[in-house]
């Protein structure tokens, strides 16, 4: 196999992935009618973001995929990864994106060593440019670089695929669920990771169903439903969308009912001296609320606020609830009405 030369030009595209209009239809049989998967997707994601891909199961989300790296072909549209565009220059396109399944696909009776260097040899990367033991040194496989697939752990397997997808130095990264059925620690350290990759310079493109993973990770988040985008903004517009706040406080004493003057302003008894509230920042604020408080006499010992989560943002999106009071920066997709039922059980890759 002739080398691959690595993408240099454009050198430095704006958007390290560009989709317009991608179209992707399954042909259906006489027992199943076609299924379109993707309905005209428009997605720019930027050079040098960690950007996070969300939908519930079947949603889209993998068949996007599939097609950025090359595995299905789109049905209509474009999509282009660092300038090449995938069906058109697909050895350029593939050279520029490297992918981390949701499958541990790692043939067990190589050792990671192994698997690297015939990986990188299938992107025809010259020896003398290898990183092998860098890469597994950057992932804590070092040591285990000679033992056999098969011994390593499931969190050391999901380590070994990132470092495979990264053999050919792509500019653009793929980590479609990463953490999918690891624990806490490794979630992390593999954050740190990701974090390290994209510090360099690496475009991350995360697909995920832990929600806290992508608030944590994510500078920007696109949200795709029956195919659709619904939601498109950085991480810190869309928290910003969904106009509502609670607010807990720990009062003097104890108290059998609330006063009525506090009910009418939302509050409601947790326990004996607990007391929470939701309100919109935008329609009053929290003087007003304490305030009643105080005129019932009533001494507040402590206070807690809980702010919006993607979780929230996310349920509004996909299962039809109150729809959010997106600001003018958030660009959006909505999909029909009908079309957002979804369990949230289903919450994970699509």
Request: net charge negative; proline share 6%.
């Amino acid at each position: 196999m002739s080398e691959t030369t690595l993408p240099t030009a454009p050198a430095f595209p704006d958007d390290a992935v560009v989709i317009k209009g991608l179209v992707k239809t399954y042909r259906g049989s006489k027992q199943m009618p076609p299924k379109e998967a993707l309905k005209g997707i428009d997605l720019n994601i930027p050079r040098g973001a960690i950007f996070g891909l969300l939908g519930p199961n079947g949603a889209g989300k993998s068949t996007l995929i599939n097609i950025l790296a090359g595995l299905t072909l789109k049905t209509s549209g474009a999509a282009s990864v660092w300038g090449y565009e995938v069906e058109d220059n697909p050895r350029m396109s593939r050279a520029a994106i490297g992918v981390v399944p949701q499958e541990l696909n790692l043939d067990a009776f190589f050792t990671p060593r192994e698997l690297l260097e015939l990986q990188a040899g299938l992107y025809g990367v010259p020896k003398r440019e290898r990183r092998t033991d860098e890469l597994l040194e950057a992932v804590g496989l070092l040591d285990r670089a000679n033992s056999y697939a098969r011994t390593l752990s499931g969190g050391m397997r999901r380590r070994l695929m990132v470092a495979k997808a990264m053999v050919h130095n792509p500019p653009v990264l793929v980590l479609d669920e990463p953490t999918a059925g690891v624990d806490v620690e490794l979630r992390r350290a593999l954050w740190s990771y990701v974090r390290q990759l994209n510090a360099a310079g690496t475009t991350v493109l995360l697909t995920t169903h832990y929600l806290e993973e992508a608030q944590e990770l994510c500078d920007r988040i696109a949200i795709i439903n029956h195919g659709m985008l619904v939601a498109n903004d950085t991480t810190q517009n869309l928290l910003g969308c969904i106009d509502s706040k609670r607010v807990t406080i720990l009062i003097d004493r104890d108290l059998k009912d609330v006063p009525p003057s506090m009910s009418t302003h939302g509050w409601e008894r947790i326990s004996a001296r607990r007391l929470s509230v939701v309100y919109q920042p935008s329609k009053g604020s929290i003087g007003s609320l304490l305030m009643s408080v105080q005129v019932n006499g009533l001494g507040i010992v402590d206070l807690s606020t809980e702010e919006t989560d993607l979780e929230d943002i996310f349920l509004q999106l996909t299962r039809g609830k109150t729809p959010l009071a997106a600001p003018e920066s958030v660009e959006s997709q909505p999909a029909p009405e009908d079309e957002r039922s979804v369990d949230l059980a289903s919450e994970s890759a699509g």
